[in-house]
């Protein structure tokens, strides 16, 4: 595929899956965690106040993530992803599915930007015609204390790591369900956002705020729904 092909960028919860993968991934940590879930618990007027606003979201998740791993030798994702792989892809949008084909079929250049963990969305995606698009995401790393979230891809992050990873900002098409990705739907010709109830729609344009993108609304059901 030409590097000069035009761009498609697909967020993954919410958009690609119905839910949050990551959210999934740190439940499945603490069900196997009796003392770290009470750790967690105890600790809950220390990390729960970091998800009151934006841009403190990613500073909760790490903490999170650091108490549900805390004292793990490893922290692999690959336990997670054997015991849940096949209830999780039961949650893929199959129309999402469907345009992600389609965008790859017209010749253009496809990527998933999403806040999880690459390897998480990978594995979900790989039975895919052609597997999995190239996909940029969270750095997470194992520490002596735990998994940490070192590098949290949202908003603004998204177009930066597009820019990096040699992609550009110019966008054709962006999919996504969220306002966070204001940035990205800016940098997009035409934005498709999934499942957004019409009743929140005009509160959406307002935090999106771009009058120059049109918008397309569209709404997507699990398989498993």
Same mark, same amino acid.
């Given at each position: ?32 965690? %009796? @003392?770290?879930?009470?750790? &967690?618990?105890?600790? +809950? #007027?220390?990390?729960? !106040?970091?998800? *009151?606003?934006?841009?403190? $979201? ?59 963990? %690459? @390897?998480?969305?990978?594995? &979900?995606?790989?039975? +895919? #015609?052609?597997?999995? !698009?190239?996909? *940029?995401?969270?750095?997470? $790393? ?59 729609? %005009? ?23």
């Amino acid at each position: 595929m030409a590097d000069t092909a035009p761009l498609v960028v697909f967020d993954f919860d919410g958009t690609l899956f119905d839910g949050d993968l990551g959210f999934e991934w740190l439940r499945w940590l603490l069900r196997r965690s %009796p @003392p770290r879930f009470a750790l &967690l618990i105890l600790l +809950l #007027p220390l990390w729960a !106040p970091l998800f *009151l606003r934006r841009r403190w $979201v990613q500073h909760g998740v790490r903490a999170c993530f650091l108490i549900a791993t805390l004292g793990r030798a490893h922290g692999s994702h690959s336990e997670f992803l054997t015991d849940r792989a096949a209830e999780l892809r039961a949650r893929l949008f199959p129309e999402g599915l469907a345009a992600l084909a389609d965008e790859r079929a017209s010749g253009h250049r496809v990527v998933i930007a999403t806040g999880e963990h %690459p @390897p998480l969305v990978q594995h &979900l995606l790989a039975h +895919l #015609p052609g597997g999995c !698009p190239p996909v *940029l995401g969270s750095t997470v $790393v194992l520490t002596r204390l735990g998994l940490d979230l070192r590098h949290h891809l949202q908003g603004r992050r998204k177009l930066d790591a597009l820019d990096a990873a040699g992609y550009g900002r110019r966008i054709l098409r962006s999919y996504t369900d969220s306002a966070t990705d204001a940035a990205l739907i800016r940098a997009s010709a035409e934005a498709v956002i999934v499942n957004v109830a019409i009743a929140r729609r %005009p509160v959406f344009v307002a935090r999106v705020g771009c009058p120059a993108t049109p918008l397309r609304w569209v709404d997507w059901a699990a398989a498993s729904a």
